[in-house]
T-cell receptor, first 110, second 113 residues
Framework: GEDVEQSLFLSVREGDSSVINCTYTDSSSTYLYWYKQEPGAGLQLLTYIFSNMDMKQDQRLTVLLNKKDKHLSLRIADTQTGDSAIYFCAEGPQGGKLIFGQGTELSVKP | EPEVTQTPSHQVTQMGQEVILRCVPISNHLYFYWYRQILGQKVEFLVSFYNNEISEKSEIFDDQFSVERPDGSNFTLKIRSTKLEDSAMYFC???????????FGNGTRLTVT
């Protein structure tokens, strides 16, 4: 069945770039998403990319999609301590049934 | 910015009791969803709802679960007879259309004792 995989942890220094990676299996996915979850909070939609795109930039966030390898990445430029959170990759067709990865815990050290 | 709101933020119940988790989706959204996240596990799809009926459900969403849109603003998830393994964070989400991004609420943490 469909699956989404992410590495569990990433630690960076404040000011560095963070790159969070994700692989997925469903080639029919229409959208790929990045959600952020801070402690005790819900899932905040950070950004998403259509499957026919290969890059999307939104301020400090850059999403790269390699459809051939089914690889998605999220780059956060100039990472701040406020970026510390769990980042979830998710894929979905139309209709809202998203498949989530297990989340990558980003730790930003001053 | 409009947001999905969920109440309560934390619910504790005894095994076998019924619980109702409440959600107010974003007002112009037409599609509604419930997801859950058991501690330490992935976020899992439970059910999607459109035009006053279930459009898709997962195998987790068995006869113990039901959803309802009782009025023009609320969307509820009922668990008829809770089990210990129902303990999880339950997230409500909504989207403007079926192809639009999902916006999630802050979740309700359900603890079954």
């Amino acid at each position: 069945g469909e699956d989404v995989e992410q590495s569990l942890f990433l630690s960076v220094r404040e000011g560095d770039s963070s790159v969070i990676n994700c692989t997925y299996t469903d080639s029919s996915s229409t959208y790929l998403y990045w959600y952020k979850q801070e402690p005790g909070a819900g899932l905040q939609l950070l950004t998403y990319i259509f499957s026919n795109m290969d890059m999307k930039q939104d301020q400090r966030l850059t999403v790269l999609l390699n459809k051939k390898d089914k690889h998605l990445s999220l780059r956060i430029a100039d990472t701040q301590t406020g970026d510390s959170a769990i980042y979830f990759c998710a894929e979905g067709p139309q209709g809202g049934k998203l498949i989530f990865g297990q989340g990558t815990e980003l730790s930003v050290k001053p | 910015e409009p947001e999905v709101t969920q109440t309560p933020s934390h619910q504790v119940t005894q095994m076998g009791q019924e619980v109702i988790l409440r959600c107010v989706p974003i007002s112009n959204h037409l599609y509604f969803y419930w997801y859950r996240q058991i501690l330490g596990q992935k976020v899992e799809f439970l059910v999607s709802f459109y035009n006053n009926e279930i459009s898709e459900k997962s195998e987790i969403f068995d006869d113990q679960f039901s959803v309802e849109r009782p009025d023009g603003s609320n969307f509820t998830l009922k668990i008829r007879s809770t089990k210990l393994e129902d303990s999880a964070m339950y997230f409500c989400a909504s989207s403007e259309e079926g192809s639009s991004p999902l916006h999630f609420g802050n979740g309700t943490r359900l603890t079954v004792t």
